[in-house]
């Protein structure tokens, strides 16, 4: 069973910064691109940021330019540096597989930001 396991969230003054960590237990971390995702009350989730297997990333325009993506294949841990904060971002982050096909959520990490 695939579990992922969030950590780093905290309370951040806009403009701050903070670097959430991922590490998936089991098999199944190298090869597969991986994805942030956000929780903010009342929406839905919503995919925030991709690598791949090589390195290669993506982001939502909303924090595109703030937020980088990283992954160390040999640990079995995703990265989120987040930049420039802003209020908007307060949400609880997840991190699962990028695609159709997701492991079990796990508990999130939450950020607060604070204006």
């Known amino acids: 069973q695939v579990q992922p396991v969030e950590s780093g969230g905290g309370l951040v003054q806009a403009g701050g910064s903070l670097r959430l960590s991922c590490v998936v237990s089991g098999s199944g971390f190298n090869g597969n691109a991986m994805s942030w995702y956000r929780q903010a009350p009342g929406n839905e989730r919503e995919w925030v940021a991709t690598?791949?297997?090589?390195?290669?990333?993506d982001y939502a325009d909303s924090v595109q330019g703030r937020f980088t993506v990283s992954r160390d294949n040999a640990k079995n841990m995703m990265y989120l540096q987040m930049s420039s904060l802003k209020v908007e971002d307060t949400a609880v982050y997840y991190c699962?597989?990028?695609?159709?096909?997701?492991?079990?959520w796990g508990q999130g990490t939450q950020v607060t930001v604070s204006s």
């Open positions: 699962n597989r990028f695609g159709t096909y997701k492991w079990s």
């Open positions: 690598v791949t297997s090589a390195g290669r990333a």
